[in-house]
């Protein structure tokens, strides 16, 4: 099954705080959560509004379920368009207040997460992400992957079914990325994102041009995608990518952006018999961001300052807070090959 990564509950609202909390339970409690961790979820999430109620505006809760090496973990982010924080990391130290309380609750949000991480400017908000997992991990002894990849796919806000959807794999030779976006939205879409991803899954090139006609012949009795596939070759180092539709992909360092450009048509329906693949080096670009419509296009991270040094989580809630319309499904996805 293929549809949204990540649950929205609004929070900008006191009375729903314990609604909010009762639901994401029993969303960990359902997928088998111990009792220890659904306790350490309960005081995470009551720390979390209770942030969001004493320092922030229009707060939002992204709640997702994934599963890395057969160990289950829940991941929450937290966002608010509050006042943000001069000095966030200041404000996890125990006894340390801005509001007159006893400045404990980031402190215990950090403790009772297997990772943590925060976001925060003054006049901007701050995002809060932790991932409790089910079986007990030492955060020192998480492995790191060749490559670490974070979905956040949200559906439109009053459908069930999300048109948007990703798909990603990896082996010894290729890191390998679809993002679709199916026409409209609904069940039609989210249909056509199930059969691109089968297709994307069970075809063999390792040309993201080739891929996306492969897609485009396995789906014509849909109503069709836009969509983006990134292939990374970790034996040469290098990206190839290929893109057909308003699905903004870019490609980053710490310092510098790097657009690609997309074909026009629908796969499914009509595409470029001509396309072909752009390539760029690993060494010039380390990070690769995929975003569909229900992004605006325009979405910039350079006013994020610092925000490369944190989770790619954070990374993709900063683009969804400030660019997200919420009139269509939405997701960002980005991928980092670790190197050394």
Partial sequence: MVDATHISFKASDRSYFSLIKKDIHNLAKNAGFSDKKLADLDIIVSEITSNLHKHARNGEILVGLFKEK??????????????????????????????????????SIQRLSTQFDLYSMKGWGTIILTRIYNKTVEPGLLSTPK????????????????????????????????????????????????????????????????????????????????????????ESNIWKMAGVGNISTRMSNFLQIKNQMSYNGTVGHNILSGMSDQEVKLEDYNQVTSCSDGINPRWDTSKFTGISRCDLSIQAAAIYKDFAGKTDDMAVVIAKINQG
């Fill in 70 to 107: 057969e160990n289950l973990y829940i991941e929450l982010i937290g966002i608010d368009n509050g006042p943000g924080m001069q000095e966030p990391f200041k404000m996890i130290k125990d006894g340390f207040s801005s509001a007159n309380t006893m400045g404990i609750g980031l402190g």
């Fill in 147 to 234: 490559v670490t990849i974070r979905k956040l796919v949200v559906t439109m806000p009053g459908q069930i079914k999300c048109g948007d959807g990703t798909s990603s794999t990896v082996t010894p030779q290729h890191f390998k990325l679809l993002v679709a976006d199916g026409l409209g939205h609904g069940e039609e879409a989210n249909f056509a994102v199930i059969e691109a991803v089968k297709a994307f899954k069970q075809c063999t090139d390792h040309s993201p041009s080739e891929i996306l006609k492969y897609i485009h012949e396995a789906i014509r009795k849909t109503r069709g995608i836009v969509g983006s596939i990134v292939v990374f070759d970790f």
